[in-house]
């Protein structure tokens, strides 16, 4: 049975930082992209960063670029979310998702932020940015 678990979440003041953890089990990720996905209070659940667990190849959607790193020990079956320079816009509950590469694959390029194509959810971990 596929499971994620998210942890790390927190109450973090602007400009502060938090890694977000998602421990995977029941499957062997070797071959899975592994996503965050967050969403806010009355707003659609968006992207943010996603790594393909076969290269480790990342992407990352424009809100996290350059203030959020994915990482992932497979050693470890977890992928890390190290935020920083958190702003109160990135308040929201923090989902990781998984599933195969080759689902997100098309046209000959990856689609890693179609939360619809994943199969595999986290229960969610909640970061809050306030002063």
């Known amino acids: 049975q596929v499971q994620l678990v998210e942890s790390g979440g927190g109450l973090v003041q602007p400009g502060g930082s938090l890694r977000l953890s998602c421990a995977a089990s029941?499957?062997?990720?070797?071959?899975?992209?592994i996503t965050w996905f967050r969403q806010a209070p009355g707003k659609e659940r968006e992207g943010v960063a996603c790594?393909?667990?076969?290269?480790?190849?990342?992407y990352y959607t424009d809100s996290a670029k350059g203030r959020f790193t994915i990482s992932r020990d497979n050693a470890k079956n977890t992928v890390y979310l190290q935020m920083i320079s958190l702003k109160p816009e990135d308040t929201a509950v923090y989902y990781c998702?998984?599933?195969?590469?080759?689902?997100?694959?098309?046209?000959?390029?990856?689609?890693?932020?179609?939360?619809?194509?994943?199969?595999?959810w986290g229960q969610g971990t909640q970061v809050t940015v306030t002063p």
């Open positions: 998702a998984a599933d195969l590469l080759q689902k997100l694959y098309y046209s000959g390029y990856y689609f890693p932020f179609e939360a619809p194509k994943y199969d595999y």
């Open positions: 029941g499957f062997t990720v070797d071959n899975y992209a």
């Open positions: 790594i393909r667990t076969n290269d480790g190849g990342t």
